[in-house]
């Protein structure tokens, strides 16, 4: 069940996938945090004015998960893309682990996620426990 705003978000952000429409609690489904994907400036920009809440942008670095998917941001352009669009929680993707996690809030964005790390590791509670302690260091 879908809210009426994917249709529309779909539309008006060209080349962004809408990844998740989330609603929590207290908030209404007519105005639902709408999460999208994107490796481009001018994406980042487009899903802003059209009401995202949050993206996700990548590859910040090069990914096991995806060979050949890119090319890399790096932390610069993850800056650039933070910066052009002020008040949108930009999430860094691709490549993030503890080592990384804090220079990806230092260039500016809001949270990381990652992936490859934690889906190939034995113990993946160690992998977030690691990037969680770096990245309290970072908010001190």
């Given at each position: 069940d879908q809210p009426a705003a994917l249709p529309w978000m779909r539309a008006k952000v060209s080349g962004a996938r809408v990844s998740t429409v989330h609603t929590w609690p207290g908030r209404s489904r007519r105005r639902p945090v709408v999460s999208l994907d994107s490796s481009a400036t001018r994406r980042l920009t487009a899903a802003r004015a059209a009401g995202?809440?949050?993206?996700?942008?990548?590859?910040?670095?090069a990914t096991v998960s995806k060979p050949g998917y890119g090319p890399s941001l790096?932390?610069?352009?993850?800056?650039?893309?933070?910066?052009?669009?002020?008040?949108?929680?930009?999430?860094?993707?691709?490549?993030?682990?503890?080592?990384?996690?804090?220079?990806?809030?230092?260039?500016?964005?809001?949270?990381?996620?990652?992936?490859?790390?934690?889906?190939?590791?034995?113990?993946?509670?160690?992998?977030v426990r690691d990037v969680e302690r770096e990245l309290r260091g970072a908010a001190a």
């Open positions: 995202a809440h949050l993206v996700t942008y990548s590859p910040v670095f790096g932390l610069g352009g993850l800056a650039a893309g933070c910066q052009a669009v002020p008040g949108l929680a930009v999430v860094a993707l691709g490549g993030i682990d503890a080592r990384t996690a804090r220079a990806c809030l230092d260039a500016g964005a809001a949270g990381v996620a990652l992936m490859g790390d934690v889906m190939r590791s034995d113990d993946a509670a160690a992998v």
